[in-house]
């Protein structure tokens, strides 16, 4: 059995060893796995941005190539960041499980004497690939210098230590999967920076008529984080947006009540639409519909369309 993430993140290969030790450690699982495979992506590939992507309709930039892999049988499972998946399989395929999500929020790091958001000087150079960062930064911190950041997190890293960067902002998930969170200097709260939907969750998927790779993906199911991914992925698709969209969504469960709060911003952080809603989990799908046609009714989607001009 092969399994596969993408060639140019390296903390996939962490996503990877993190899953075959999660299933190693089942002893109904006795599934035998012949190498983790890297592909790589037009998304690791390209030297576009990311908004001149997300102009071109943000799908598929960081899978395609994974998802016909799977397809033509070369792998059997593949790891993808589940804030990379479109809310919407190819047919043949499916998220056959969603492991316990990881810390989902974004985090700073900074040059010493820049180790926080809010105390950052005016004109400080801040790194960041995320066109929705970019949003969030923009409308919180509108006198920062926002700047293009490419290239996996030590590529990132480096390019801090250099000096070409006061600050970068990246995903808490990814550092913590490297064990590199004593590098994190600030997690940056919901108030400031809402995060992806689905951010610090992976998702596995495979073929569908794959009985035995089904099995093995869902022995490590987690059912809460699930749930709360459902609910924030429902308020994406139906607000029409894609990954690269400047949307922010977090869904949070207590004593069997899911709350879910969405963020849409302008990208140049003129503006930005909040609402949250909350519920039974058992509807967490509806719950994100929901939220979305409100958030379409505030001028959302005139916001999520900018984005794409």
Known sequence: MKKSCRQFLLSCLHQCNEFLSAIHCLESIEATFQRIQTISTKGDRSKESLLSMAKQGDKGFWITEIEEALLGSRIDIAVHSLKDLPTRQPEGLEVASIPQRVDARDVLIGKEGMKRLAGLPQGARVGTSSVRRKAFLRAFRPDLNILDLRGNVDTRLAALSSGEYDAIILAAAGLIRMELRPRIDEFLEADVM??????????????????LSVEVAYAIHDRATDDRVTAEREFLAGLGAGCMAPVGAHATIKGG???????????????????????????????????????????????????RV
Do not use: F, H, Y
């Open 194 to 211: 809402l995060a992806a939907p689905g951010q610090g969750a992976l998702a596995l998927e495979t073929r569908s008529d794959d009985d």
């Open 257 to 307: 009540l899911l709350t879910l709060e969405g963020w849409v911003g302008a990208i140049d952080g003129s503006q930005v639409i909040r609402a949250t809603t909350a519920g039974e989990v058992a509807e967490c799908a509806d719950l994100g519909a929901e939220l979305a046609q409100d958030m379409l009714g505030q001028g959302a989607s005139e916001l999520i369309e900018a984005a």
